[in-house]
């Protein structure tokens, strides 16, 4: 089946997820596109059972589900269903399309978003693509290729991709984030915690980093002890373990998920997190002086790459993550009683902070499926 290029009414699909370094940016530019064009139809497209079933129904959105997985990197024996996973994922896309009939389609990475894009492209559907990271990911370069525009998070991405198909946008990020409604002291409120105490915001991602979670509740006395509060997300894995060493201490505030991150970034003043390209941009945004721990199993170590550039000048802390027993906690505890250091890498991080990119990329979208329709 042909699609009608020149149905008058904007229509978008928004193919990805896996993680909340995707969802969000996603749901960030959904919303860009809808402020400019409010009768837009937008429908998301992600993975059956992942993070990203639950978290865009929860924006107002609806998604359709794709039976599909990764390649699983660690047990090869796993990865034997791939190829009919992906072959049953083409089926159901088609049937997508065929009842939703989009004249675009958008993809931000996790393997969702590549059978969506590449069945697309083989009907002459506009398709863009964001890559947030500093090292693109094999199937946005394969996507790359026929793609209408590549949204690129970050300057030289023309190694990856056709320089002439590049828009550097900066990444996505959650317009509550960058406009927050919340001063120092209601943030501290939502988080049960005192507002004259130094705070450290513990984020591994939305999946957890135990190397973070392991010593940071090895250390809960500790931070007690020295007067430091802790807002801390564990992510899912091994979450109970983490949420019942803590209980005990009231300088703690800790949960597998934190809904409202724009409180948790106010209330901060100093952020651990790991480096991916959204962390890195929400970051930037928040002006929060941050000590990145790059997790280091990350497709061509592509969170060093985000991160470097900003410790490079001065703007962020790493530890690298064999480093993290030894090193992360001295890090926090001494930079935290530094004012002078701390309040030096705000204003360096705040200079890599690009807060329209949703607008950016909403715009050129829209703009290429005006000029489909003529």
């Not at 690009?354 to 950016?360: F, H, P, T």
Request: proline share 4%; with cysteine; charged share 15%.
């Amino acid at each position: 089946m042909k699609f009608n290029q020149h149905n008058q009414q904007i229509r978008i699909i928004i193919a990805g997820g896996g993680t909340g370094g995707h969802i969000f940016p996603a749901i960030a530019v959904a919303q860009a596109i809808q402020a400019i064009h409010p009768d837009a139809a937008i429908l998301f497209v992600g993975a059956s059972g992942k993070m990203e079933m639950e978290k865009v129904p929860q924006a107002g959105y609806d998604i359709k589900g794709l039976t599909i997985a990764g390649l699983n990197r660690s047990n090869m024996f796993k990865n034997i269903t791939l190829p009919f996973k992906l072959i049953k994922s083409f089926f159901q896309v088609r049937s997508i399309f065929n009842s939703f009939k989009p004249n675009a389609v958008f993809g931000v990475g996790g393997y969702s978003s590549f059978p969506v894009l590449k069945f697309a492209q083989s009907k002459g559907i506009p398709t863009f693509i964001h890559e947030s990271n500093a090292f693109a990911g094999k199937s946005n370069i394969w996507l790359g290729k026929n793609a209408t525009k590549i949204f690129t998070g970050t300057q030289g991405m023309d190694k990856f991709f056709p320089s002439d198909k590049i828009i550097v946008t900066g990444n996505p990020v959650r317009k509550n984030i960058s406009s927050s409604i919340y001063t120092k002291e209601t943030a501290m409120m939502q988080f049960g915690l005192l507002p004259d105490k130094q705070t450290v915001l513990i984020v591994g991602g939305s999946l957890g980093a135990n190397s973070i979670n392991d010593v940071i509740m090895q250390n809960l006395k500790h931070f007690n002890e020295l007067g430091i509060q802790l807002i801390w997300q564990t992510g899912k894995s091994q979450s109970a373990k983490y949420l019942n060493a803590a209980k005990s201490f009231s300088n703690v505030y800790v949960n597998s998920f934190l809904n409202d991150m724009s409180a948790a970034y106010m209330a901060a003043d100093m952020v651990v997190s790991r480096a991916g390209a959204m962390s890195v941009a929400e970051i930037a945004i928040t002006g929060k002086p941050c000590v990145f721990v790059p997790y280091p199993f990350a497709a061509e170590d592509h969170q060093t790459f985000n991160a470097k550039t900003l410790v490079d000048d001065g703007a962020a802390f790493m530890v690298k993550d064999a480093m993290v027993k030894d090193a992360l906690v001295p890090l926090i505890t001494d930079a935290i009683n530094q004012p002078s250091i701390l309040d030096n890498m705000q204003k360096k991080i705040k200079a890599f902070a690009i807060s329209n990119a949703d607008e950016i990329i909403a715009k050129e979208i829209i703009a290429s499926v005006k000029t489909s329709n003529i």
